[in-house]
T-cell receptor, first 118, second 113 residues
């Protein structure tokens, strides 16, 4: 069965430093996509970055980059130059397409609460 | 442009009453999802619509939960005979296609007293 694991319930980082949020996944399907979302205390879900299983290069979006290690089944989010506004819950999610047809469901990990200290 | 809109933003109801939650997806988005998020928890998948049909209802917790979508647009999630464990934020999301991220609304916070 497909599964997403985020092992860090909470992380702390100093402002302006980089931080890595861990995400591992388990699937036997070769076709899948990995997503990261940010959820501030306001509750909205904000899409950050996407990585496809066949993408050759790691995805980057501004200060966000995804460290995709396919053989290890990990898709860690790296935030460079942390800002106070980065304090939020971060969710890793996966969508996969199995041989039986398309599967549109996005399965989420339990999340990591990031706190950026001044 | 307009994002995903959910109403009401907050709903307080008494145990045993029925509630109806509404979601207006982004125009043109064919895929629509409902998720539930309990306090301090991750997102729990409830149901997915492609157009007006629901090929995946696997996440609905019980037969008290139902959802429909009309005109490839608005969707309603109905919870009958609400229980206290139904208290959560109900999030709706839409997506234009298979490889696209989900765009979420701000959710409906349901409190069952």
């Amino acid at each position: 069965a497909q599964k997403i694991t985020q092992t860090q319930p909470g992380m702390f980082v100093q402002e302006k430093e980089a931080v890595t949020l861990d995400c591992t996944y388990d699937t036997s399907d070769p076709s899948y996509g990995l997503f990261w979302y940010k959820q501030p205390s306001s509750g909205e879900m904000i899409f950050l970055i996407y990585q496809g299983s066949y993408d050759q290069q790691n995805a980057t979006e501004g200060r966000y980059s995804l460290n995709f290690q396919k053989a290890r089944k990990s898709a860690n989010l790296v935030i460079s130059a942390s800002q106070l506004g980065d304090s939020a819950m971060y969710f890793c999610a996966m969508r996969w397409w199995n041989s039986g047809g398309s599967n549109y469901k996005l399965t989420f990990g339990k999340g990591t609460l990031l706190t950026v200290n001044p | 442009g307009a994002g995903v809109s959910q109403s009401p933003s907050n709903k307080v109801t008494e145990k045993g009453k029925d509630v109806e939650l509404r979601c207006d997806p982004i125009s043109g988005h064919t895929a629509l999802y409902w998720y539930r998020q309990r306090l301090g928890q991750g997102l729990e998948f409830l149901i997915y619509f492609q157009g007006n049909s629901a090929p995946d209802k696997s996440g609905l917790p019980s037969d008290r939960f139902s959802a429909e979508r009309t005109g490839e647009s608005v969707s309603t999630l109905t919870i009958q005979r609400t229980q206290q464990e139904d208290s959560a934020v109900y999030l709706c999301a839409s997506s234009p296609g298979m490889n696209s991220p989900l765009h979420f609304g701000n959710g409906t916070r349901l409190t069952v007293t």
